[in-house]
């Protein structure tokens, strides 16, 4: 079973960056596209970044231009550059396939503050 864990936030002020981890068990074989999903307090789970096997990659129009979605299939991680973070992005940070139904992980705080 694919195990996912995610790592790397923290509390950041509005301007700053951050570059979150998600160690994906076994390899990246059986996964088409990987992304990550973000949930804030009252509000639905929402994708924000994915990206193919084949490197092609998809944002959110809240956080295009400023995050950018990578993977390294040696570590068989993937990661999200946040920069120029806004209050509005915190929320619970989660990584997951796109097309796949695997089981959630814990996910990671981010916090920006004003």
């Known amino acids: 079973q694919v195990q996912l864990v995610e790592s790397g936030g923290g509390l950041v002020q509005a301007g700053g960056s951050l570059r979150l981890s998600c160690a994906v068990s076994?390899?990246?074989?059986?996964?088409?596209?990987m992304g990550w999903y973000r949930q804030a307090p009252g509000k639905q789970r929402e994708l924000v970044a994915s990206?193919?096997?084949?490197?092609?990659?998809n944002y959110a129009d809240s956080v295009k231009d400023r995050f950018t979605i990578s993977r390294d299939n040696a570590k068989n991680t993937v990661y999200l550059q946040m920069n120029s973070l806004k209050p509005e992005d915190t929320a619970v940070y989660y990584c997951?396939?796109?097309?796949?139904?695997?089981?959630w992980g814990q996910g990671t705080q981010v916090t920006v503050s004003s």
């Open positions: 990206i193919t096997s084949g490197g092609r990659r």
């Open positions: 076994g390899s990246f074989f059986s996964i088409n596209a």
């Open positions: 997951n396939a796109v097309y796949s139904n695997y089981r």
